[in-house]
């Protein structure tokens, strides 16, 4: 459909037509009317607020002046088909149907007497699901449902969990090239609703400053199906980025299609590589290596003896398949003397990266990661091994099998990390870890700091979690890893269990005081 520019009269109320706009983002509110030079402004200035509905919903789009001065009348200049325009109130009035999905901006002047200020408003209207005679979104158009910005990929069939296959990836109105998908996971990897690695090309990286993201060559989807509060793994990486800003992990909400299907609303993150620690300032090709079951506890023992000092991790780069320097690193912490310890620690570890780490999943009470799913990396031309953490579904009150947690649950992950015990242990620099974990409780991570975080969430998620929620319900309730639970919440009730548990961790912290 072709956009239609109308100059309606004043106070008719008339039909008019349009067709989506593939601009991306929130539309501006100002603007110049073809013809009419700023000097001619009567102090109206022009919007209206943008409205979000879904299709087969009516939408209702009403200018006002935000100025000083009001409108006579207005006058509509561009705007979807179908739509009716009072010349009179400013409003547009849209009866959307099953093709409506997309962004529509909408322009008005406002009239007083022979003068006109223009403005612009927003229409978004979300795709519906299950209805007969539905259309497909079109991934150049459709980009944001309930203001949150759509991933669609497309794929010729199954992705497999190793190794990376050619897809289609479109967003906000942007088709790269050259990209390539694979499942990712490890509990995640039998989920309904599964997890994605997406790798761009070097010519046309992922981007996206508005979200906070710079380019970008591998993003992580991550499913929120063991999360129906949905918003746990993002909370946990800001946490993390809050006591530790040096290296942020950057994080987004993104909704997710795939072949023209509603999935659900995931999180969009950074993904761990050496990659990612050259845009941090490191080289690519240093030593990346991952903790990924519970032996990576920089104990000498895990159940009996080891099989290597690097039990329990993975290398995931590097220029050779040696692990040399974690095991000397694992080594080092599980068998010097206190002295020894006090003296060469900090020759091999950012000791502020350590210290955050335990402040981290002992506010959170993230049991599956004080000692697995963290990454360390280290250059071997400048030796000293770097932190960064991964996967938060155990946390703020919940198991990974999604089971509940007490809030003064009294593990400090000694018993898990061999590291923490022995820091917090030392002379040297146990009081400055515990010092580091007040002072961080004092700003960053204080009660209202929290609250806070917490309601950005469900200010932005709000809409798109609950049509996640009415997609996944059942198969959430029924799923095998945890379908023996009888203490079901809802979505809005998870979200208060997880207010009501931030509050309590905190308080239950400060009385106890590790």
């Known amino acids: ?8 009269g004043c106070h008719a109320t008339t039909d008019v037509g349009g067709a989506p706009d593939p601009d991306t983002g929130p539309a501006e509110t100002d603007g110049a009317l073809p013809g009419e030079p700023p000097e001619d402004d009567f102090g109206c200035d022009p919007g209206a607020e943008d409205v979000e509905v879904d299709e087969l919903d009516v939408a209702t789009l009403t200018f006002r002046c935000r100025g000083s001065a009001t409108a006579e009348a207005w006058r509509l ?9 009072d010349g009179a109130t400013g409003t547009l009035t849209w009866a959307t149907d099953l093709a409506s999905s997309g962004e529509w901006k909408v322009e008005a002047a406002a009239l007083k007497g022979e003068l006109a200020e223009p403005g612009k408003g927003t229409i978004w209207v979300a795709e519906a699901l299950d209805e007969r005679g539905n259309v497909e979104p079109d991934p150049l158009i459709y980009t944001y449902e309930y203001g949150i910005p759509v991933f669609h990929l497309s794929t010729n069939g199954d992705l497999p969990a190793d190794g990376s296959e050619p897809v289609t990836v479109t967003y906000r109105g942007h088709q790269f090239v050259g990209t390539e998908a694979q499942y990712r996971g490890a509990a995640s990897s039998y989920y309904p609703k599964r997890s994605y690695r997406v790798d761009f090309a070097p010519d046309d990286e992922f981007e996206d400053e508005d979200e906070g993201f710079p380019k970008r060559r591998s993003v992580v989807l991550t499913s929120t199906f063991d999360d129906n509060a949905y918003f746990r793994q993002k909370m946990c990486f800001d946490i993390w980025n809050r006591i530790s800003p040096d290296r942020p992990v950057i994080t987004s909400f993104a909704v997710l299609y795939i072949n023209g299907e509603y999935v659900g609303l995931y999180l969009l993150g950074d993904h761990i590589d050496g990659e990612w620690f050259e845009d941090q300032g490191y080289p690519e090709d240093g030593n990346l290596y991952k903790s990924v079951d519970h032996a990576a506890n920089f104990y000498s023992t895990y159940g009996g003896n080891k099989s290597s000092w690097h039990q329990g991790y993975e290398k995931k780069e590097g220029l050779d398949d040696s692990y040399a320097d974690l095991d000397a690193f694992v080594e080092f912490v599980a068998t010097s003397s206190d002295a020894e310890f006090d003296a060469g620690i900090e020759e091999l570890v950012d000791l502020e990266d350590i210290y955050d780490w335990w402040a981290l999943v002992l506010f959170t009470e993230a ?9 360390f990396y280290n250059d071997p031309a400048a030796p000293l091994f770097r932190f960064e953490p991964w996967d938060f579904n155990h946390s703020l009150g919940q198991t990974w099998r999604t089971e509940r947690e007490a809030a003064n649950y009294s ?12 820091l917090l242990d030392s002379r040297k620099f146990g009081q400055t870890m515990r010092d580091r974990f007040a002072d961080a409780r004092a700003t960053p991570l204080a009660k209202a700091e929290m609250q806070d975080l917490i309601d950005s969430y469900v200010e932005r998620i709000d809409r798109a979690a609950r049509k996640d929620w009415s997609v996944w319900d059942y198969q959430y309730r029924s799923y095998s890893g945890w379908s023996w639970r009888d203490d079901w919440t809802e979505y809005d009730e998870e979200v208060d269990y997880v207010r009501g548990w931030v509050d309590d961790r905190w308080d239950w912290i400060e009385r106890w005081d590790p």
């Not at 200049?77 to 325009?85: H, K, L």
């Not at 049991?367 to 990454?375: E, I, L, M, R």
């Open 1 to 8: 459909m072709a956009l239609l520019t109308l100059l309606l």
């Open 77 to 85: 200049v561009s705007g979807p088909e179908g739509a009716t325009f």
């Open 411 to 422: 593990d400090d992950f000694t018993g898990a990390n061999n590291l923490f015990a022995r």
């Open 367 to 375: 049991d599956d990661s004080g000692g697995k799913n963290a990454y």
